[in-house]
C-alpha cells in the first residue's frame, strides 16, 4: 500500500523565481492538503484540495496557489519566492468520506530560497 | 491569539516515567482532535485521534476537555524511543486542521 509521497526531495531556488511542488495521496484518499513547517515550528495550513478545488485556505497569500489532478495528485506553486518562503513542504492526504478526518503525510520537500 | 497552544518543553524524563502533555485551542467550535508525532527532520505522523470519551492505545491515553478546551496526552513506561516532538493539531469544518508548535520530549536512559 502505497503512502504519500511527495517531489522533489529538496529544492533551492534563488529570490523572485517559481517553484512547483508535486504530491502523490495515499492509495485509496481523494483529499490533498498543503503545509508549510518552518524550522522550531508546526505545520501551517496552506490549503486543502478536493475534487480538483480548493475546499479551504488558511493565511497565505494568493502567491501560494495549487492543483488537483483527477487521480487526485496535486501541485503546490510558489510565485516571486521571497526568503521567508524557505520552509519544509509537506502534503496530506485523507478520505473525505471517512469519519475520522485522518490525515497522512508525506516525506516532504525542504525548499531553500538564498 | 494562536488557535493550538501547547507548552514547547522539552520534558526531560527517565525511561519508565509517566509524563502528560496538554495543549488549548481556542475555537469551540472545533470538531476533530489528533496527536501527531514527529522525529528530527521527519514528517508527522498520526499518534491518534482524540475523542469526547478519551482513548487508549497501549501505554498512550488521549483526553478532550471540551468545556476547557484542552486535550491531553498521557504516556506510561517511557521509551527512549519516545523522544520526538508531540504536535496537538485541531480540525475545524472537518477540513482545516491547525497545529501546535509541538512539545519536545526527551527520555534519557
Known amino acids: 500500500d502505497a503512502g504519500v509521497t511527495q517531489s522533489p526531495t529538496h529544492l533551492i531556488k534563488t529570490r523572485g523565481q517559481q517553484v512547483t511542488l508535486r504530491c502523490s495521496p495515499k492509495?485509496?484518499?481523494?483529499?490533498v492538503s498543503w503545509y508549510q513547517q518552518a524550522l522550531g515550528q508546526g505545520p501551517q495550513f496552506i490549503f486543502q484540495?478536493?475534487?480538483?478545488?480548493?475546499?479551504q485556505r488558511g493565511n497565505f497569500p494568493d502567491r501560494f496557489s495549487g492543483h488537483q489532478f483527477p487521480n487526485y495528485s496535486s501541485e503546490l506553486n510558489v510565485n516571486a519566492l521571497l526568503l521567508g518562503d524557505s520552509a519544509l513542504y509537506l502534503c496530506?492526504?485523507?478520505?473525505?468520506?471517512?469519519?475520522?478526518?485522518?490525515?497522512?503525510f508525506g516525506p516532504g520537500t525542504r525548499l531553500t530560497v538564498t | 491569539r494562536k488557535e493550538v497552544e501547547q507548552d514547547p518543553g522539552p520534558f526531560n524524563v527517565p525511561e519508565g516515567a509517566t509524563v502528560a502533555f496538554n495543549c488549548t485551542y481556542s475555537n469551540s467550535a472545533s470538531q476533530s482532535f489528533f496527536w501527531y508525532r514527529q522525529d528530527c527532520r521527519k514528517e508527522p505522523k498520526l499518534l491518534m485521534s482524540v475523542y469526547s470519551s478519551g482513548n487508549e492505545d497501549g501505554r498512550f491515553t488521549a483526553q478532550l476537555n471540551r468545556a476547557s478546551q484542552y486535550i491531553s496526552l498521557l504516556i506510561r513506561d517511557s521509551k527512549l524511543s519516545d523522544s520526538a516532538t508531540y504536535l496537538c493539531?485541531?480540525?475545524?469544518?472537518?477540513?482545516?486542521?491547525?497545529f501546535g508548535s509541538g512539545t519536545k520530549l526527551n527520555v534519557k536512559p
Open positions: 484540495y478536493y475534487e480538483e478545488e480548493e475546499r
Open positions: 496530506a492526504s485523507s478520505l473525505s468520506s471517512g469519519s475520522s478526518y485522518e490525515q497522512y
Open positions: 493539531v485541531v480540525g475545524y469544518n472537518f477540513n482545516k486542521f491547525y
Open positions: 492509495s485509496g484518499h481523494d483529499t
